[in-house]
């Protein structure tokens, strides 16, 4: 049985702005606290490959691995998954944006198997993705709605 999460989060910006900026893979260092780098491997009208390095965990270490990414812009949905695994013997994610009052709504669900022998179990990874998607999602909110209000992209 698969580990999911799911997490939420209303942004007050209008949607081609949410879409745009979440969906700018070479910016994500900006827009997410945990990402160093984003390197764009191929990308084409329907899908971009790419490679995130996070900045340096409390222990030191940093990570890196290869995802692929299909948003679909007309049913306001983005498709992905990590080429390069890691710890996990999969991840699959989906984010949604949805119209709501206040904004739109996104919606990040993961799920996810751990590789045995990793150092983590799949609750143990629950729980670190249910937080630090909670922590993410709140940034990507600041940055955003900042950016609406100061003119930066509207």
């Given amino acids: 049985m698969p580990a999911r999460t799911d997490n939420r989060v209303v942004i007050d910006a209008p949607f081609e702005t949410v879409w745009d900026l979440t969906n700018d893979v070479a910016s994500w260092p900006s827009l997410f606290t945990e990402y160093a780098s984003a390197e764009i491997l191929a990308e084409n009208p329907d899908s971009v490959r ?49 119209e709501v009052a206040g904004g739109v709504e996104l919606r990040w669900r993961q799920e996810f198997q751990v590789r045995p022998g990793s150092p983590f179990d799949d609750a143990a990874m629950t729980e670190r993705l249910n937080r630090t998607s909670g922590e993410q999602m709140q940034h990507i909110k600041a940055v955003i709605e900042s950016r609406v209000t100061s003119g930066g992209h509207a």
Avoid at 74 to 81: F, I, Q
Wanted: net charge neutral; glycine share 4%; hydrophobic share 30%.
């Fill in 50 to 98: 790419f490679r995130l390095t996070t900045v340096p965990d409390p222990d030191g270490s940093v990570w890196s691995w290869v995802s692929e990414r299909f948003p679909d812009k007309e049913n306001r949905s983005v498709t992905a998954h990590r080429i390069e695994t890691g710890p996990f013997d999969y991840l699959r994610l989906r984010w949604d944006y949805r």
